[in-house]
């Protein structure tokens, strides 16, 4: 359930993308914000105020279904959201909410690389995660963290190359609403593949 309440923002984001006239100064959600637009890129503002209130509402409704907290990720999610879609709204400006998924991977990259630094047992962040689930050896546990750093550094030249670099990022709305989470998922069913053998039990 959490998983698909974390889509719909994304869902609500491409379907304003798509269907916004880019130079449509007058849509009802900029008035609402009381934002004058900007010159060609509305469609990407209509999306950015329609994902913040959409990650507003769906983040609350988390924070409460999980006992009055939500987990790192969702704070930082959610807080360089409204961070960076929020200097977008106000400068009219579509780079920062493009720059804003590029730099969370970056963050989650180096939290994979660094987490060892911050505990005593030097225990990588991907053991705390599948350690219930997984059995492996030092060596194998480090190369799976180096793995899953690697994932999101290559995610975030990816989410750069969309945004900044190939046709002027013409194709950034789909990646940053399908395309990621394709090559995520992609690298989440080939590691269980490969790891399919050091599951502690058949469940």
């Not at 990588?124 to 689930?133: T, W």
């Not at 995610?155 to 709305?173: D, E, P, Q, R």
């Amino acid at each position: 359930m959490k998983a698909l309440l974390d889509f719909i923002p994304l869902i609500i984001f491409f379907y304003f993308y798509k269907t916004v006239d880019p130079s449509n100064t007058h849509h009802p959600l900029l008035a609402l914000i009381g934002s004058a637009g900007g010159k060609d890129n509305n469609n990407i503002l209509v999306a950015t105020a329609a994902l913040i209130i959409s990650m507003l509402v769906v983040y609350t409704a988390l924070f409460i279904s999980q006992k009055f907290r939500l987990e790192k990720q969702q704070w930082l999610i959610l807080f360089m959201t409204v961070v960076f879609g929020g200097v977008t709204l106000m400068l009219n400006d579509d780079f920062y909410i493009k720059l804003k998924a590029a730099l969370l991977n970056l963050l989650f990259a180096g939290a994979f690389l660094l987490s060892p630094l911050f505990n005593k047992e030097r225990t990588p962040l991907i053991k705390r995660m599948f350690g219930p689930v997984l059995e492996l050896s030092v060596q194998g546990w480090r190369k799976l963290n180096y793995a899953w750093a690697g994932m999101f550094f290559v995610m975030c030249s990816l989410h750069v190359f969309f945004a900044f670099i190939f046709m002027n990022g013409k194709y950034w709305g789909e990646f940053t609403s399908f395309g990621d989470m394709l090559v995520m998922f992609s690298f989440i069913i080939g590691q269980f593949i490969l790891l399919r053998k050091h599951f502690k039990s058949d469940n």
